[in-house]
């Protein structure tokens, strides 16, 4: 939903008309002239939506933030791998995924390695990376990054309940750092299973919150931590987090991910294996090296992140497949 509401709201900024809709209960005003759905499945609800739209010459395009079309990579779904899904249905729901790809004029994704996926899995000509961005809510506030060195706290958000193998990869090394540095204090906001029990003392757990209260909690951090698998999965994913802490000022650790690489010098800090997160943890305790990373950071990240060019992108794409009446 982050994804579509900011597009959204970007598009309606620049004076377009924009309607949110689920697909059991569409209903526009007009006829659109683009109509963009959010992960589709091959349904025949969706097919007849396709049908009716593509007789009035709408431009219809698919757009996906994760790798779940490719069946080839079902047994690397997080929800797969932490056992809060079963195979059979997740093949199920990736095959429906790419039987849906054909239907659309075009089809946008969130990275360049998902891009890659969809190219090699779909007919359809015309795919087009719209990255994630900062959300336009938070472009509209006039607070600046505070310095967030002032509260010693490290923060993780694992959103939903699938991270769980995620988070163990980074457990023992951010235990150890937090008994060293006993001043350090650790916020875990999301569906999380962990033991942290050497240093549970330092540690604050609180499970998903609305976004309206997801930025007070990113402004209270010091560093973010954003620990993935190496699997093809994650390999598709965007560098969301980098994004949302470092429009705060707030530099992110991760593990290594395609579309981070985009941030190395706008607040990513990527740990290529388990020293690594003690490292980057202990090079920020320098003063110095931390501002250094942190003057400017807003304006690194929005260089990349904006959401209203990207908003012109997606039209401008949108533009190019238009239908000949």
Not at 270 to 280: K, L, M
Not at 304 to 325: G, H, M, P, W
Request: some cysteine; hydrophobic content about 40%; glycine content about 4%.
């Amino acid at each position: 939903m982050y994804r579509c509401e900011n597009i959204g709201y970007a598009l309606a900024a620049q004076g377009h008309d924009v309607t949110f809709a689920h697909l059991t209960r569409l209903e526009w005003p007009t006829v659109p002239q683009v109509a963009l759905f959010h992960r589709p499945m091959a349904s025949y609800r969706l097919w007849q939506a396709l049908r009716w739209l593509r007789r009035r010459g709408v431009v219809i395009l698919a757009d996906f933030d994760d790798l779940i079309m490719d069946e080839a990579a079902t047994g690397f779904s997080p929800g797969v791998m932490n056992g809060q899904v079963s195979r059979s249905v997740t093949r199920i729901r990736f095959t429906r995924h790419r039987w849906a790809l054909n239907w659309f004029d075009g089809i946008t994704v969130s990275t360049r390695p998902l891009a890659e996926r969809v190219r090699r899995l779909s007919a359809a000509e015309q795919v087009r990376v719209i990255p994630n961005c900062v959300h336009r809510d938070w472009r509209r506030l006039q607070q600046q990054p505070s310095h967030p060195a002032r509260e010693k706290v490290i923060t993780y958000f694992p959103g939903t309940r699938s991270h769980n193998r995620d988070f163990q990869q980074i457990q023992a090394p951010l235990t150890r750092f937090l008994l060293d540095h006993p001043e350090f204090k650790l916020q875990i906001t999301g569906l999380l299973a962990f033991d942290l029990s050497e240093c549970a003392a330092q540690v604050t757990y609180q499970e998903r919150i609305p976004f309206a209260e997801f930025r007070a909690q990113i402004q209270r951090g010091w560093v973010n931590l954003a620990p993935l698998e190496a699997t093809p999965f994650n390999q598709c994913k965007s560098a969301l987090k980098v994004i949302e802490s470092g429009y705060w000022g707030i530099p992110t650790i991760i593990s290594p991910l395609p579309d981070a690489e985009r941030f190395r010098a706008a607040g990513a800090l990527i740990a290529r294996d388990a020293a690594a997160w003690t490292d980057h943890l202990v090079r920020m305790l320098d003063g110095r090296e931390y501002r250094r990373i942190t003057h400017g950071l807003r304006e690194r990240v929005l260089a990349q992140a904006d959401i209203d060019t990207e908003a012109e992108n997606l039209l401008n794409f949108a533009c190019s497949l238009k239908r000949v009446s």
